[in-house]
């Protein structure tokens, strides 16, 4: 079934090629998925004929003491947490949030239009490139638990 075109889908506007454009620059699309235990929020900026694809990560909390009474994982984590921030791809920065949770935004830029595959795909490698320091996240103790992702500045 053929549609007419353009046409609004959600916060997108969709052209002739099924290419998609956010509709309200002020307002614009964001959506969340879960990967590995973690909640991943994107947000699409556009900024003329590119865009920003920010992606918002929390990667975990560390450790309390309270929780482990063993000071040395705290100290553990905290060390890799630097070491992660030093050690981060490009358009990626690692954050502390004040309630000790580790917070992962990157920023790549994107053509817009964008067709959902694309943007799909941009996510997708995304995922994939975090999954190696989940990994490490994990096997330290400071592990993904699902929180809710509330709206961060973008």
Sequence with gaps: MPFATPFELGPFAVDPEGKLTPRNPEAPPTFSVQWRGRGVRAYIHPDGDQGKLILHAL???????????????????????????????????????????????????????????????????????LSPYLDLLDETGIRGSLPAMSRVDA
């Design 59 to 129: 990667l975990g909390r560390v450790p309390s003491t309270a929780a482990n009474p063993q000071t040395t994982v705290r100290q553990l984590s905290f060390a890799l947490v630097r070491g992660l921030a030093g050690a981060a791809p490009p358009g990626w920065q690692i954050g502390l949030r004040p309630d000790h949770q580790l917070l992962l935004r990157a920023t790549s830029a994107i053509p817009l239009p964008i067709t959902a595959l694309a943007l799909v795909t941009e996510i997708t490698a995304f995922l994939l490139a």
